[in-house]
């Protein structure tokens, strides 16, 4: 599949615009009723997502690129949501075009760059782009929305659609709840959050996928790869003064994060009702706020460079 708005056909646009209202936020009906993806679709999602883009620009001093790119002409971005990174990116590059692809178009930009291109598909799907079409290829938190199995593949794909010597970028985030002193116990409520979490989506989707992203870069052939976890701080517990400010701004942006991307996992796939869910999500967020607990999240990050 693969469908531009702008060209396609109306009963494939008109399928994928479609909504449904879940408990007072809005969801894309066709990656609910697929199981694509169950994050929403509304403006406080579109919010969330943009303030999360400028956390980890403080994460990573500002840097949207980390492999060594000069001049590139062509960028793909892998699930860009509210499109944030791709629009600061295309007004990096002006003489760049940027790619955008997602299984949403909620959440695109009303007045987005002009060498920005944003484009319905969903990438469980074989890459209908070209062989060595692109310099660069981003792809960034879309762990809750690539199948179960499909990730050798989604990066054979990424490997085989960039040219040769340009470079892939992943980050994905483990939603795995920590505690950086040990103190949190099977009593906590973000324990068995996350644990149900990871059992919700078991059946369909690889939660565990951000710790394998340098094997996958590898078993697609691509060389110097390279990875690392950066702990991402859920309040303002640390002492170094980059780490307070980016764990009192991802306190908020997770609490919005577990709302909204965990309803539908936690009550269709393992029949919470609506109060034991709303009930989880308020001790699990009194929790977040607690500092003794130091909570925090790996944030994982893996660069690699298709051989020449
Ligand atoms: C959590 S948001 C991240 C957005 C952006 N990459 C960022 O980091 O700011 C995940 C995005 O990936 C998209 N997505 C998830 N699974 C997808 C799929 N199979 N095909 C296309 N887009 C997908 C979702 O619709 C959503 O917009």
Same mark, same amino acid.
């Given at each position: ?11 494939? !646009? ?58 590139? /002409?062509? &960028? ?17 590059? =002006? ?14 930009? !009303? @007045? ?11 990438? +469980? ?6 062989? +060595?079409?692109?310099?660069? &290829?981003?792809?960034? *938190? ?7 199995? /499909? ?5 054979? @794909? ?5 040219? =040769? ?13 920590? $505690? @950086?002193?040990?103190?949190?116990? %099977?009593?906590?409520?973000? /324990? ?11 059946? $369909?989707?690889?939660? /565990?996928? =951000? ?12 060389? !110097? ?12 517990? $640390?002492? +170094? ?17 577990? $709302?909204?991307?965990?309803?539908? =996992? ?22 977040? %706020? *607690? &500092? ?15 051989? &020449?």
């Amino acid at each position: 599949m693969s469908s531009n708005l702008e060209s396609d056909t109306i009963s494939l !646009d008109t399928s994928f615009e479609a909504t449904i209202q879940i408990q007072g936020r809005t969801y894309q009906q066709w990656a609910v009723d697929h199981g694509t993806s169950f994050g929403p679709v509304d403006e406080y999602e579109r919010d969330r997502q943009e303030t999360q883009h400028q956390i980890f620009k403080l994460v990573f001093d500002r840097r949207l690129i980390f492999p060594p790119v000069n001049n590139p /002409r062509k &960028i793909l971005d892998c699930g860009y949501g509210s499109a944030s990174w791709a629009t600061d990116v295309a007004m990096s590059y =002006p003489r760049c075009e940027v790619i955008g692809v997602d299984i949403t178009p909620h959440m695109m930009p !009303d @007045d987005p760059p002009q060498n920005l291109i944003l484009q319905v598909d969903d990438l +469980n799907e074989p890459f209908t782009f070209r062989t +060595n079409e692109f310099d660069f &290829i981003h792809s960034r *938190n879309v762990v809750t929305g690539i199948n179960k199995g /499909r990730w050798p593949s989604y990066v054979k @794909d990424c490997a085989r659609v960039l040219r =040769p010597g340009g470079w892939l970028q992943m980050v994905e985030i483990y939603h795995n709840v920590q $505690s @950086d002193n040990g103190t949190m116990t %099977d009593g906590h409520a973000l /324990r068995e959050m996350s644990t149900k979490f990871l059992l919700a989506a078991e059946n $369909s989707k690889d939660l /565990r996928a =951000p710790l394998a992203l340098e094997s996958f870069m590898r078993g697609a052939g691509m060389v !110097d790869v390279a990875g690392r976890m950066i702990p991402l701080p859920l309040n303002g517990w $640390s002492i +170094n003064p980059k780490e307070r400010e980016i764990g009192e701004r991802f306190n908020y942006s997770y609490k919005a994060a577990m $709302s909204g991307h965990m309803r539908i =996992p936690l009550t269709e796939r393992l029949h919470m009702t609506d109060d034991q869910f709303n009930d989880l999500m308020q001790r699990a967020t009194e929790e977040l %706020d *607690n &500092i003794g607990l130091k909570p925090y999240v790996g944030l994982y990050i893996c660069i690699g460079r298709k051989a &020449i």
